[in-house]
């Protein structure tokens, strides 16, 4: 049985309600109406938006929030890149301090992170964090959202919901935005989401005093911004649980880190999460959480960590009151969880305005799960579990191979039964982005496993701090390292191969294509008898999205495409009679690599008297994302052809 995270803690509070419920009926002359219960710990999370600048989905455009500069754009691989760091580094320290996050996103992120085999947001959702949808009714509407029918809402969300799946994460409940629309919760529901908070006027930036508090409730409707009479009435039938965002006592704490300065921000963030717990209505559940948006922080005078108040906050007021158990973390579908197992034990009831007796205190003394010691991240091993499916075999995780200034971290997939080959996958993520984890090839995985291959899932240094040829030494140490230790591992030297997409489909192109000469500085073999190539650049001196100046420059340090570093770094420069076999897949609506970089690869490679065969994927653009119909092959076909391809070159 695979339980979300979220359904198995509805199991964990629901057992915590019984027992409550049985300790009640315990005590002598109790019948579980005794004296109000105490309030559980308040569950507390931290959000991250991200904002939709440059052209959405939908075509429309957005320049950037306040202080960020309406120049980025994150059509941009760098401004993506750079947007990725950035909530990885937030993430990095939650997790430090035993949390996790909210990431709330749209495109043109997540169509960035689609375009370039970025898994930035399939890992956060697999070490815990949640991934939601931020909608911004404008960007993804237009100027009159609110003239447009509930049936264009529920498509149009439903159709940036269907871009954050492609982009890797696999459940998406909880949704930010919308908030001047009075039919959103309707439109919400209907494409399947059924969690919200941080409701503020878009136009004036603030929040009505009467929104304010920390115990959650069911909207009987929306709201134009003027009318809330419907937004604040409770609806125990309504689709969408609502999430306060704690006891603030004023009605611009949304937006409040814009108009003072960060240590002034936090010091009221601390006031009122202690304000919060102070007044957290016993016997039900209470939420306190707040949501930043990380370009906005660039560090204090003098200081280089951008991120370093949101430590220190964790540190200093958070820690302690976890230390204590008055607080605990939780995702925001975490948090309507819980409020979800009290609807249960209370049907009908609006917990605003009841305070149940003790049965309902495990509610909240049981929400998500215990919050690991300061220091103790509750992030999982990479690997093993991947989203949605468990993996056969088993994996030995974070391991390292030596590679030019130290080592770089690889996972290792070992079937139930080897058969002595072995697949070395490289990710993409536009050679600025991404790791190791297999994100939409999960499947491929999966069946890689059945089939006996071991699997070495590797890092590489990212540019622009290592600029090309970094990325390709590193593929080239990994694959001599684990031949030179392929006694240790249980394969066989002779048969590797090679798979890839987009920037890691084009690392593995030009591996197979130079054999890594040239490019090993440990020693060794680093030939490999296989390339399982997708959606990758071949020849970067012809114009095309993933190929522009930008990434040029950031990546391979070129000045044009005449630059000889373009010449080098292209794997079509390089074919000749000796190559391994390439099997290339290809989606033919690709607007970022397109794909006639593999048409004229693989008319190189034959002419060269390679065994090379392109797959073209109908309605597929790049990383096979539907673009104007069904994607022929579809994955699951896709999955078989190439692992029949290796069976045919590697066993």
Wanted: aromatic fraction near 8%.
């Amino acid at each position: 049985m695979n339980l979300t995270r979220r359904a198995l803690l509805g199991l964990c509070l629901a057992a915590a309600l019984a027992a409550a419920a049985a300790c009640t009926d315990a005590v002598p002359g109790g019948s579980g109406a005794g004296p109000a219960a105490a309030p559980g710990p308040l569950l507390f999370g931290i959000g991250i938006h991200i904002e939709p600048m440059g052209t959405t989905a939908q075509g429309f455009s957005t320049g950037g929030p306040s202080g960020t500069g309406a120049a980025i754009d994150y059509n941009r691989p760098d401004a993506f890149a750079r947007a990725a760091a950035d909530i990885e580094a937030v993430a990095a320290i939650v997790e430090h301090h035993g949390g996790t996050l909210t990431v709330q996103t749209q495109s043109p992120f997540t169509t960035t992170a689609i375009a370039t085999g970025s898994t930035v947001l399939a890992d956060l959702e697999e070490r815990g964090h949640e991934v939601g949808l931020h909608f911004h009714e404008d960007a993804h509407l237009g100027k009159d959202s609110s003239s447009v029918p509930v049936e264009t809402w529920c498509a149009v969300m439903a159709e940036e919901i269907g871009y954050i799946r492609q982009a890797g994460v696999e459940r998406v409940e909880y949704w930010s935005g919308g908030n001047l629309f009075p039919g959103v919760f309707e439109a919400a529901a209907c494409a399947g989401l059924s969690v919200n908070s941080d409701w503020k006027n878009p136009r004036t930036q603030t929040t009505p005093a009467e929104i304010a508090g920390t115990v959650p409730w069911r909207p009987a409707g929306g709201t134009d911004g003027s009318d809330f009479s419907a937004f604040l009435a409770h609806d125990p039938d309504g689709p969408v649980v609502f999430l306060p965002e704690g006891s603030y006592d004023r009605t611009d704490y949304a937006s409040g880190r814009r108009t003072s300065s960060d240590e002034e921000y936090f010091a009221y963030l601390a006031e009122r999460l202690r304000a919060s717990v102070e007044s957290a209505v016993p016997g039900t559940v209470n939420v306190f959480h707040f949501t930043i948006h990380p370009a906005e922080f660039r560090g204090a005078p003098g200081t280089s960590e951008p991120f370093a108040l949101i430590d220190r906050f964790l540190a200093e007021v958070v820690d302690p009151l976890v230390a204590e158990g008055k607080v605990q973390w939780a995702t925001y579908s975490e948090m309507a969880a819980a409020y979800e197992v009290w609807e249960e034990a209370h049907p009908g009831q609006d917990a605003r305005t009841t305070a149940p007796a003790a049965t309902a205190t495990a509610a909240t003394a049981a929400a998500p799960t215990a919050a690991a010691p300061a220091g103790q991240p509750t992030r999982p091993a990479p690997g093993g579990q991947a989203p949605g499916q468990q993996l056969p075999g088993t994996v030995r995780p974070n391991l390292a191979y030596p590679t030019e200034g130290g080592t770089q971290p690889f996972d290792l997939y070992l079937p139930e039964r080897q058969n002595g080959a072995l697949i070395v996958y490289v990710h993409g993520g536009g050679w600025t982005s991404g790791t190791r984890r297999p994100g939409q090839l999960t499947d491929l995985f999966a069946e890689l496993l059945r089939r006996g291959y071991t699997i070495a899932a590797i890092d590489y240094r990212l540019a622009p701090q290592y600029p090309f040829p970094a990325q390709s030494v590193d593929v080239a140490n990994a694959v001599a390292y684990l031949k030179a230790h392929a006694a240790e591992y249980g394969i066989d030297p002779a048969r590797v191969g090679l798979i890839g997409g987009s920037a890691g489909g084009h690392l593995v192109a030009l591996h197979g294509t130079t054999g890594g000469q040239g490019f090993v500085t440990i020693g060794g073999d680093a030939g490999v008898a296989a390339v399982v190539d997708l959606y990758r650049p071949a020849d970067l001196s012809d114009e095309f999205p993933g190929a522009s100046p930008a990434i040029l420059q950031t990546v391979f340090g070129a000045s044009s495409r005449s630059d000889p570093v373009v010449r080098a770094a292209s794997p079509i420069t390089h074919v000749s009679a000796g190559d391994p076999p390439f099997l290339l897949v290809h989606g033919e609506e690709d607007p970022l690599v397109p794909i006639q970089q593999s048409e004229e690869f693989a008319a190189a490679l034959q002419a060269a008297g390679v065994e090379a065969t392109l797959v073209r994927v109908a309605n597929a653009g790049h990383g096979f994302a539907p673009g104007g119909g069904q994607p022929s092959p579809s994955r699951a076909e896709l999955t078989r052809i190439m692992a029949d391809f290796f069976d045919a070159h590697l066993r």
